[in-house]
């Protein structure tokens, strides 16, 4: 079942993601080039709006490979998650001819994978072609719900009692994203390789911006990026995260801004903050400095 | 030494810090050894925290312990500076006789050990002023050279070498020596906007300068004791272990940062709790109503979820200096989580108490609430040391009617009341009154009713005492209380 690996090095990796527009750092090369070779998940944590979704996205792009994306959410069961008989079906092809057949051959006839309906996780292993597999903030589901996840993680394998169990045709690559709300078991985190992503800092917020706005001079891209540094580092109920720097930067183009001032970052400040004590704190921070 | 026996030290070495590191976890670690090629340093760190950390807070522990035992060991890192590159040595040379030029113009040669202390500090400024990466990393290690005065064998802590060399280059004033020199280069006046970004960036330059200083010392440290007998000296504890009594700055900073995230899960987890409670007994007249859709059979049976109500809570806190940061964690930790709770009102103490509720219902600002708390607070009564005594009192008179059924009160504190009468009756009382009474004490337990400390007096009369000295602690108290 060994495929050869999919990255020669993580310079490859690197160089790649940034082919897709995703800026890597070698934290991130570096573990998305370990999970292709050590063949493991990799859980993803972070505050919101870093590129935890986007990362497995444009791995996905990089790679060719198809994206089954798996939203978690309170509630989320196995036959949402894994699969699913169709009832219906099963319902149709018994009361089809109901005189030729004996019990047994309707038995295993119904329990056979035509009357399967594959979920995100089993379409993932079963798939032919090369997947990505992300499944989407993990840590909303509850923590009897990880166990789901445990056996596809480790083995790459479904066990699907009327069936047996399925293994992968494929190691497919797994990410996983974490808000962090909540502290995700230790039998899920020992199956994954752990990557922290963090704000940018400064350098390569700015290319992140250079490359994702069009247009948006190298001047312009550096003050957004120093501003926003500056702001992340007061202590703010939500700092602001890339896709608002993104939005922000987007915003003073389209004003015609070619260097920002006091007045016109105060008046765009509610772009990068939401909440209002943040707003009035940053305003009152970036005015008076002595 | 073999990367295989590096490796098992550097993991006996995480464990013993705290961190949880399972042997699939080791074994994973390893795997990834043989696919990354230790020559690259970055890459080879990063693929040990994928498989070894698997939680943010732990990243700095992690990472401290990794350059004992492995950055400091590649070809970069001599300590002599033979291996330098040629060009890069030429250049700095240069650098070094401009300033020369500038000073006494003595004759170059002699690289940088001629240099007077004036003349590193001139450079070090330029080198921040520009932000010349190279000159920092070669100017730190210059400094601790010079100014550490490291001796081998001696038993001292890298902080104090970190100090001394620090006090040399006169750091502090670094910033606003900086802002000047910047406000002259530039001609026309800078706006309060751009001088505050350009003070953000110094600070960051001088801080990366400060690391650099810091890991030059563990460097020469490590050489000179071997990494183990290091690693055990930095051995810091993780901030969910930080004893709230004796924190640093650094580490109430620390600690600051991961209250927050601490909160949010503990708010997420008790809400989950409170919805997903235990089933309750059946609903007769429930299930009754809702067969009547399956013409009387009671086919979809209801049942009666307990809906605990939310307790009521008063904090009542000591913030006399020794227990000041506890107070103000635990202060910080109960509003963060307030709507977990129907009603929270808080009260702090000396001799005297006051009612601090105010202060958090007028902003959403937690910690400028605590800060007012600090300041505004009317606590003194007589001369400003501890009396428990009399705070009950005064804080029963007042408040103690509105102690019912509903009340949970929170009492923090040492219980260090300077001798002064202890009022027992008083705590007596609340319990009467309320649904629980608990004390919480930052001390040790080993300390508890030694020298001054009644804690045990108070205790007899409450639901429990708890021993709250680190945040996990602090935690799972709150957890059960909610």
């Excluded at chain 1, 573990?31 to 444009?58: F, M």
């Excluded at chain 1, 963090?198 to 706005?213: G, H, S």
């Excluded at chain 2, 650099?212 to 272990?241: F, H, N, W, Y």
């Excluded at chain 2, 227990?323 to 963060?336: E, P, Q, S």
Aim: hydrophobic share 40%; proline share 4%.
């Amino acid at each position: 079942m060994r495929v050869k690996p999919r990255f020669k090095d993580i310079a490859t990796v690197r160089s790649g993601l940034k082919k897709e527009n995703y800026l890597a750092d070698d934290g991130i090369a570096g573990v998305v080039y370990l999970a292709d070779r050590l063949g493991k998940p990799v859980l993803i944590e972070g505050p919101a709006g870093t590129g935890k979704t986007q990362l497995a996205k444009s791995v996905a792009d990089m790679t060719g490979a198809r994206l089954i994306r798996l939203q978690c959410y309170e509630g989320l069961d196995e036959s949402k998650a894994l699969y699913e008989w169709n009832y219906k079906k099963q319902l149709l092809r018994i009361q089809s001819d109901k005189k030729s057949d004996s019990w047994s051959e309707v038995h295993d006839d119904i329990f056979s994978e035509e009357f399967l309906l594959t979920r995100p996780l089993l379409e993932a292993i079963t798939s032919e072609e090369p997947v990505v597999l992300l499944i989407d903030e993990v840590d909303r589901v509850e923590v009897e719900t990880e166990a789901l996840l445990l056996e596809i993680l480790s083995d790459y394998q479904v066990s699907i009692p009327e069936l047996g169990t399925i293994t992968a045709k494929q190691i497919p690559l797994v990410f996983l994203t974490s808000n962090n709300t909540r502290e995700l078991s230790e039998a899920l985190k020992r199956r994954c390789l752990y990557l922290h992503v963090d704000y940018p800092d400064l350098e390569r917020e700015k290319e992140i911006v250079l490359n994702k706005v069009p247009d948006i001079s190298d001047n312009l891209a550096d003050q957004i990026a120093r501003i926003v540094r500056s702001i992340r580092q007061l202590d703010l109920k939500k700092a602001p995260s890339v896709s608002e720097t993104l939005d922000w930067a987007r915003t003073l183009m389209l004003l015609g801004i070619e260097t920002i001032d006091e007045k016109e970052a105060k008046e765009t400040l509610h772009i990068l903050l939401k909440y209002q004590t943040d707003i009035a704190k940053a305003a009152k921070e970036l005015s008076v400095t002595k | 030494m073999p990367v295989l026996d590096l490796m098992s030290g550097f993991i006996v070495e995480l464990r013993n810090a705290g961190l949880p590191v399972s042997l699939t976890e080791n074994l994973d670690a390893m795997e990834a050894v043989k696919v990354i090629p230790i020559e690259d340093r970055d890459a080879f760190k990063y693929a040990l925290g994928a498989t070894l950390v698997k939680n943010n807070a732990h990243w700095r522990v992690f990472e401290t312990i990794f350059e004992v035992y492995f950055s400091l060991r590649g070809p970069e890192y001599e300590i002599t500076q033979d291996g330098q590159p040629d060009d890069f040595w030429r250049e700095m040379q240069e650098q070094i006789d401009q300033v020369k030029g500038q000073g006494e113009g003595k004759g170059s040669g002699g690289g940088m050990d001629s240099l007077t202390p004036e003349e590193i500090a001139a450079m070090l400024m330029r080198a921040l002023m520009s932000g010349d990466q190279a000159m920092m990393r070669a100017l730190a290690k210059q400094s601790v050279q010079r100014f550490a005065g490291m001796e081998p064998g001696r038993p001292v802590g890298g902080t104090y070498y970190l100090y001394r060399t620090l006090r040399n280059l006169d750091l502090d004033n670094m910033l606003q020596k900086l802002m000047d020199a910047n406000r002259e280069m530039s001609n026309q006046q800078l706006s309060s906007l751009e001088e505050r970004l350009e003070k953000d960036e110094f600070e960051s330059r001088i801080e990366q300068f400060k690391q650099e200083v810091e890991s030059e010392i563990r460097r020469r440290l490590v050489a000179d004791r071997g990494a183990e007998a290091m690693a055990k000296t930095l051995r810091k504890p993780l901030p969910e272990d930080v004893e709230f009594m004796h924190a640093s700055r650094d580490e109430m900073q620390s600690l600051k940062k991961a209250l927050y995230p601490l909160t949010r899960k503990l708010a997420a987890r008790l809400t989950r709790k409170r919805r997903h409670g235990r089933k309750g007994p059946l609903d007769f007249r429930n299930t009754v109503r809702h067969s009547l859709s399956y013409g009387g059979v009671p086919a979809d049976p209801k049942f009666r979820y307990p809906r605990p109500s939310k307790p009521e809570l008063m904090v009542v806190a000591d913030i006399s200096g020794s227990v000041a940061a506890f107070a103000r964690f635990t202060l910080m930790f109960v509003y963060a989580i307030q709507n977990q709770f129907s009603k929270v009102r808080s009260f702090v103490f000396i001799d005297g108490i006051d009612e601090v509720t105010k202060f958090f219902k007028s902003t959403e600002d937690i910690g400028e609430a605590i800060n007012r708390v600090n300041t505004e607070a009317d606590v003194v009564w007589v001369d400003g040391h501890s009396d428990y005594g009399h705070a009950f009192e005064v804080f029963f008179e007042r408040h103690g009617k509105d102690i019912n059924s509903k009340t949970t009160v929170l009492l923090l504190g040492d219980a260090r009341n300077n001798y002064h009468a202890a009022q027992s009756w008083v705590v007596k009382e609340m319990r009467k009154r309320a649904r629980h009474v608990y004390w919480l004490n930052p001390e040790p337990k080993s300390y508890w009713n030694t020298g001054d400390s009644i804690v045990g007096e108070y205790g007899a009369h409450t639901d429990g005492v708890f021993e709250c000295r680190n945040l996990r602690q602090l935690e799972s108290f709150v957890e059960n209380l909610a």
